[in-house]
């Protein structure tokens, strides 16, 4: 993958608080050095692949993303209102009467 497009994906974002790569998978990406040199992470991601409660750890994970996502949608919101002040505060409001045109 390209290094850019890398960060690009990987880059949080002001408008959700997090990356688009966390929204949709619930977790970070991995680096690729981190893929040749095991780091914790990694290490217990190889654990509890093992397990046999891994799929009720997993589906505990997936009821913490839809919490995720609504604080996601609760950021876009206050963002969408703050972007929205600055740009009424810029704007210079005109009336027009008939006779004015």
């Known amino acids: ?18 990356t688009p790569y966390s929204q949709a998978y ?13 780091s914790l992470r ?8 093992k397990d046999k409660d891994y799929r009720v750890t997993r589906l505990v994970e997936l009821e913490l993303l839809d919490e995720k996502q609504i604080r996601a949608l609760n950021h876009i919101k206050v963002y969408q209102n703050r972007v929205s002040r600055g740009y009424n505060k ?5 009336e027009f009467d008939v006779v004015d045109l």
């Open 90 to 94: 810029s704007i210079i409001h005109h």
């Open 26 to 38: 619930d977790t970070e990406a991995i680096m690729p050095l981190e893929v040749d040199l095991p």
């Open 1 to 18: 993958i390209h290094p850019t497009l890398y960060v690009h994906r990987n880059s949080i974002r002001t408008s959700i608080g997090a």
């Open 42 to 49: 990694i290490s217990l991601w190889d654990y509890l692949d």
